[in-house]
């Protein structure tokens, strides 16, 4: 069944190359609606009690290479899996029917969503590369043939970083498999191994820097704001709400799964990091007087929180971090979109042209008042799943880090502060009676925000909805992580324990 | 510093305007546009080097403000047609309301009008007209009555329901018209009517009406005496009640008639509009401006027909220049801060009326634009529907666009005034004297100068693409 989720629209990408132009919108709809629907088959026979893999599938593909055919879902890769489908469906009905070579665009869309699929479910280090690679070339031509005016610097811009990301992860995972003398990349076999805490430092660090630029965490940053700003709409709701969340899956996935110990070491520095990254987006997005940057910054910041959760390593943290994931796509995806549907009927995404778009005869009421809504999600307000995700996340690290916790909750603040900016600019005050004969919404306009809107609600009202899926699956791996003593400095770590291979030392798992 | 409504650049309206010394000439200019005579003032003048040349020129050349297109035309007087009805109901309640309803403290049922005043035959329309000006019927017009009737529900049920439904007629729209009048006019200086208000003669007449009306009733008689001149003001109001009235009950007959003579072809210009307003305006002037109170059935003359106050010098311009220039920065569509320094000190410096107005409504409140375009809305012309239909949001903006009509519309009608009083008190367009033209021009430089404020929406009528 999980291949499915994968080569449906695999496969889907390729049958829309042969259907005429006209229904490749339609081909689109119905292949990623199939595709969100099976997710859902997925979801709803998931057992909830069992906290390692299920749905297992397993052909061998090249043994000698230690490259073999494995999947397999858990609680982490789960609600990413569903959030993946269900946003690329979003982001094929948020297309303008009207969109240029349009079965290229929907092609590449599905085949992003095969390859983010298959990154979520593989269950081989190499197999994980290949998909994790595989959405790069997509997302490169979604943005430099569907992209705004700087389109191919910001393509080009995407293409090095994450390029660069991948170089890292990659050579992690070789590093990995050379140390440890795994004759697989297979991922169980891979858990248990006993590297020196040294080393294993290392080799996390490349993850980190490979997955941080994905995300992207503080510096590795600058891609992301000429991207998400460049990019289409649709292709800017994958952007945050999907590739992002390939990032902060890896991190926990390879990272936390793989280097217990030295995640554990590296904990603190990761909670700095975190309230680092969650300080400097906040800050940016304020200084912001593009709406769809200030929402593009607003995501680093808010990445910062998944850090900070799993950096906790408490139950708590690490499922909010989770919960954080799926929040964090729903209402990007529907900051992304309304800010598109601005910019589509006002021709501007200025805060010091934009106004009083609340405007009940002229203006965008409804797109208005759920912009609002998304802003509150955005800041954590109670109700609203942006709140739930959060609130576990401080719950669960201000035990362990209080201060980098309380910077956290300072950031909350300061994304209050810039959605009333934005807000109070964009949709309050006088509309301009000059300039102000926009076309109106239509209903087609608004149902994808109202489905985006409907599940941010009812995950903030039902959060057991949010967090049962990844409970056993979260809490499982916060018990795997050893208990080290606080007081050793990492340094110390890597000056004591010096780079030294320890052979013969791989544990199967 | 705006000047006032000059007349001429150096005279002020009071002193011009005064009836006692002034006669009223015919108007010269009523010849249709096919026949009306080139711009003089273009020949032997130089060119206007006013912000507002072209319009100027125009004026000079016997037009109007708003520019000569067809489109304008069937906006103008299709917003006409929309007002007259919601207007026919507005003149006959205020009277009821001057005559009848008076000093009630509880006026819960003013905006119920008795058939009384419904079959009230107006004094321009109808067989029994005094001058009849409409030749449709004198009482209340047959698309008031079935919208009375049945509302925009379109469900005969009890007058209470459709009123609290808010299935009405907007009344509160004619009452703040009434009002700015009555709080400008004693800053305006225009005319005698609002002076009278403080005369003995009105307070003693006002006495004796207060006194007739709380006749038994020693509550409100023990309150005269505590708050005389609360009572004394309530009465000015009425007075302003009955004003408004009579002079809304000429305009709804010359809007019918227009919106009739444009279906039978017979207005084909925007010109044609304003000559058609212009010997309107002339042929009413001299209507008498009273107030009777009528109780148990007997007359009280709080102003009478005798004191000789004229409708084009009482009423019209006074309502031009309270309602059409200043009004109140507060109407419902948008209110100004009077704490940031956004509402000027003085009154005369006012300028939130219909021709500078903002017409889009603010914020979340969803207020519509204005009462008076909610009720115009519903009696708008087939053709002026189908127009609005293909523009801008349709249906959806259909009250920011009738608004726009109607400031466009309003244009015409202060392009009308413009020209009358140029009329009364200055010289022919076709004079030959240049120093005449001279004064004409200056006369329309001194109007003009009134919309050099960022806010006047002169500039934005000039094109179609205000809308």
């Known amino acids: ?509 | 510093m705006p000047p006032k409504l000059y007349l001429q650049p150096s005279t002020s309206l009071s002193t011009s305007l005064s009836p006692m010394t002034t006669t009223l000439p015919q108007p010269t200019n009523t010849a249709p546009s096919s026949t009306r005579p080139a711009s003089v003032a273009a020949e032997k003048l130089p060119p206007s080097t006013h912000e507002f040349a072209e319009i100027i020129h125009r004026l000079e050349a016997g037009g109007a403000m708003l520019p000569d297109t067809s489109e304008n035309l069937m906006q103008i007087i299709g917003l006409y047609k929309a007002y007259a009805v919601p207007m026919d109901f507005y003149w006959r309640d205020l009277l009821y309301i001057a005559e009848q309803v008076f000093l009630n403290p509880l006026p819960f049922f003013k905006y119920f009008i008795p058939q009384e005043y419904l079959d009230l035959q107006n004094h321009y329309a109808g067989d029994d007209a005094d001058l009849r000006i409409w030749r449709g019927t004198g009482s209340a017009h047959p698309e008031l009555l079935e919208f009375m009737e049945k509302g925009e529900l379109n469900a005969k049920l009890p007058r209470l329901l459709h009123h609290w439904y808010h299935d009405r007629v907007n009344m509160e729209f004619a009452e703040e018209c009434m009002r700015a009048m009555l709080w400008h006019g004693r800053d305006m200086g225009m005319g005698l009517f609002d002076a009278y208000l403080d005369s003995d003669e009105y307070k003693q007449n006002a006495d004796r009406v207060i006194k007739a009306y709380f006749k038994g009733n020693p509550a409100m008689m023990s309150l005269y005496k505590l708050f005389p001149e609360m009572f004394l003001e309530q009465c000015r109001q009425m007075s302003y009640y009955s004003n408004l009235g009579l002079f809304w009950e000429i305009m709804a007959p010359v809007f019918f008639e227009m919106s009739d003579l444009y279906d039978e072809g017979k207005i084909a210009s925007v010109p044609d509009a304003m000559d058609f307003l212009v010997n309107g305006i002339f042929a009413i002037s001299g209507r008498p401006i009273y107030h009777h109170v009528y109780i148990d059935g007997e007359c009280y003359e709080l102003i009478s027909k005798s004191k000789g106050f004229m409708w084009l010098y009482e009423a019209a311009l006074p309502y031009i220049e309270a309602v059409f220039y200043r009004t109140a920065p507060f109407r419902g569509t948008k209110s100004y801060n009077a704490q940031a320094g956004q509402v000027p000190s003085e009154q005369k410096d006012f300028h939130y009326g219909v021709l500078y107005a903002d017409k889009f409504p603010v914020g979340t409140a969803g207020i519509p634009p204005t009462l008076l375009a909610q009720d115009m809305l519903h009696f708008l012309p087939p053709y002026l529907l189908e127009y609005y239909k293909h523009h801008c949001r349709g249906e959806d903006d259909m009250l920011v666009q009738l608004a726009v009509s109607f400031q466009r519309s309003m244009y015409c009608v202060t392009s009308a005034v413009i020209q009358a009083l140029r009329t009364a008190l200055l010289y022919p367009l076709d004079d030959p004297n240049p120093d005449h033209l001279l004064a004409n021009r200056k006369f329309f430089e001194a109007q003009l100068d009134r919309f050099k404020r960022p806010e006047a929406r002169l500039r934005n009528i000039q094109t179609a693409d205000y809308r």
């Open chain 1, 1 to 509: 069944m999980l291949s499915l989720l994968i080569w449906i629209p695999i496969l889907g990408a390729i049958a829309i190359a042969l259907l005429p132009q006209s229904r490749a919108r339609l081909g689109g709809l119905v292949i990623s609606g199939a595709v969100f629907a099976l997710s859902l088959v997925v979801l709803s026979q998931f057992d909830l009690t069992n906290a390692g893999f299920q749905f297992r599938e397993y052909f061998a593909w090249i043994e000698t290479l230690g490259l073999n055919y494995e999947l397999a879902v858990d609680g982490l890769s789960l609600v990413l899996l569903v959030l993946n489908s269900l946003l690329t469906f979003i982001a094929i009905l948020t297309t303008k029917p009207d969109i240029e070579r349009p079965r290229l665009f929907y092609g590449l869309i599905l085949l992003v969503s095969g390859g983010v699929a298959g990154a979520f479910l593989a269950q081989n280090l190499l197999l994980f590369f290949l998909f994790y690679e595989l959405e790069l070339v997509p997302f490169y031509l979604l943005i430099s043939i569907w992209g705004g005016a700087k389109r191919s610097y910001a393509a080009t811009k995407f293409l090095m970083f994450t390029a660069i990301s991948g170089v890292f992860v990659l050579a992690s995972f070789l590093g990995l498999i050379w140390l440890t003398h795994s004759s697989t990349f297979a991922y169980e076999s891979l858990l248990g191994q006993t590297l020196p805490l040294a080393l294993q430092v290392v080799l996390l660090g490349m993850l980190l820097v490979g997955f941080g630029i994905k995300i992207p965490l503080v510096p590795f940053h600058t891609w992301l704001p000429d991207t998400y700003v460049e990019a289409s709409t649709p292709v800017a709701i994958l952007l945050g709400g999907v590739l992002a969340k390939l990032g902060t899956y890896g991190i926990f996935r390879f990272g936390l799964g793989l280097f217990p110990e030295a995640w554990a070491k590296l904990a603190p520095w990761l909670a700095i990091w975190a309230a680092i990254s969650i300080m400097y987006g906040a800050m940016a997005a304020i200084a912001q007087k593009d709406i769809k940057r200030m929402v593009a910054y607003s995501s680093i910041g808010h990445m910062g929180y998944i850090l900070l959760g799993g950096a906790s390593l408490t139950a708590l943290g690490v499922v909010g971090a989770v919960s954080q994931m799926v929040a964090h796509g729903l209402i990007l995806a529907l900051l992304f979109y309304l800010v598109g549907v601005i910019e589509a009927k006002v021709g501007n995404r200025e805060l010091d042209v934009l106004n009083g778009l609340m405007n009940p005869i002229r203006g965008l009421p409804s797109i208005s008042s759920l912009l609002v809504l998304g802003g509150m999600a955005s800041a954590g307000i109670p109700g609203l799943a942006g709140f739930i995700s959060e609130f576990l996340i401080f719950q669960g690290s201000y035990a362990v880090f209080p201060v980098q916790t309380l910077l956290a909750v300072v950031g909350t603040g300061l994304t209050a502060v810039y959605f009333v900016i934005l807000l109070n600019r964009t949709c309050f005050g006088k509309l301009d009676n000059a300039t102000a004969y926009y076309p109106r919404v239509t209903w087609s306009d608004k149902v994808p925000a109202l489905i985006l809107t409907a599940l941010i609600i009812f995950l903030g009202i039902q959060p057991s909805w949010l967090v049962r899926w990844s409970e056993s699956t979260t809490t499982a791996m916060v018990a795997a992580v050893p208990i080290l003593s606080p007081s050793t400095p990492i340094v110390e770590v890597l000056g004591v324990e010096g780079l030294g291979v320890e052979p013969g030392v791989n544990r199967p798992g």
